[in-house]
């Protein structure tokens, strides 16, 4: 059996056709076109799921279902999405409208929670009994499975680990409370952190170019051993140590994944942050999670959207 | 089928031969004398449990099995608790000494985490698909139950929530790290503020005995309507509340239950609470946790354990 998963973000919609054990067999993508509304932007999502499975060569026997992760979360009573900013979505009922063109049973879940599932299925937590999968991109998502399912909670609300708050009275965040874990580790944050650090010290080479603009410029400062990006990079992996001790401290995952933006920097973040962790974790004695660059790259929601509908 | 509970603390052992229900048929108890070592107190746990069920008229033929809920954890792969701080013990193995007495299968976890299932069983969470237990006492402790079964992590050291950093560079704690919920939290917490409060505030009924020795007194002035402790209190459930969305955007229970000694403070807390709450939730549009106040009290280590053994 085969499974469609779409990845349907801001700027593209991505549909892959997907065997069972992961692999992407066949892919297409197309603008998102946001302004258009809702409907539209469904049909093509339909349309694009048709056009892969024609594609490779298949027809709707061959397929499963359909699953699709978003960048928002469905309301499980309703089967409708209540909102999605990033889409300018509110109470679209998704389910509804795929099946109009579709006949097939269809799945919707938080992007970075289908991206989690991807990785413990064809990515660096296969196997794992459990796994936590983060993304450090404009803000930090999060996915968490638990005995090889994805886990969002009694009312779906659950792995918003972005807004886990690690600072209280700290740095304003988007949803409106304060000292959320992504205002200090996501790329925003880091840029953000690069710009203050480069006003603070005119002699950096964060001031090479003009106001800094990517978390990688500040990476790469401090992989040069820029002292103020170095300073930088210092705090940034002790908040990201910080969320992660956090996590191990609630759901003790046999893995922790890594990926987004940020991740493209590697060893050279990761080590760091496993150096931090290890002097932080509660219960020195005992194991606990691996930290690990996640593998699966942008494949990763169309593997795990895909994978939502085979489970 | 019977099962016996062990409620394991530093000041007594209680155990309880308990149904299938979570009702307590017989219960007993003895100092735990902690200094006579493992030994000594792992056999008396041992004839406590025999005990009980002799006490009851039944005999092992009809108890199912033996669990054990103690201030520390099992490490799963050994069967040995690694360390529990509260007892002085060091890499104790607890099943195979208990085995050497009662021929049952022993069971072992958390305190907190027994007493969450039992509330999930027989309190305020019972059939809940998940829910979080918190005991707000000399610490804060947390038990995770997820579709009926305490949920301890991959390697038995999740749901640790009192050690869940919500100020990065807080206040110190014990387990070494700064800024951990129960520094903000747990009765201690609420003493150490009252006392800050007495001391800048000359005129406030905080004074009135003295120093401030328990959280009662703190609550009580505050529903006394003294401006000082009213501050303190208002803090107090911020922080309070601060974790609670930290607890939903996480992982998303059903039910939070709320117990140990702060909780006595009843609707008076949790009223404030839920209040705050609602305006820090991440999806306002979507249902989310009721909090509520545990129920089952000193019995729930008795009843939480025993039901271990069920499960």
Known sequence: ???????????????GLVDEQGQIIEKASVPTLVERGHEAVIEDMAKLSL???????????????????????????TGRVPFCTNLGWHDVPVIELMRKVI??????????????????????????RSSVFLTLGTGVGGGIVIGGKVYSGSNGVGSELGHMIVMIDGEPCTCGNRGCWERYTSATALIRMGREAAKAHPESILNAD??????????????????????VFDKYTTYLATGLVNIINFIDPEIIAIGGGVSAAGEFLIQPVREKLAKMIFYKAMPYARVELATLGNDAGIIGAAMLARN
Chains 1, 2 share one sequence.
């Open 1 to 15: 059996m085969y499974y469609v998963g779409i990845d349907l973000g801001g700027t593209n919609i991505k549909a």
């Open 51 to 77: 056009q892969v499975i024609e594609k490779a060569g298949k027809t709707l026997d061959d397929v499963g279902g359909v699953g699709i992760g978003l960048p928002g979360v469905l309301d499980p009573r």
């Open 103 to 128: 006949d097939k049973p269809i799945y919707v879940d938080n992007d970075a929670t289908v991206a989690a599932l991807a990785e413990n299925v064809a990515g660096v937590s296969a196997g794992a």
């Open 210 to 231: 003009g106001e800094v603009t990517g978390a990688k410029q500040v990476m790469d400062a401090a992989k040069a051993g820029d002292p103020a990006a170095c300073e």
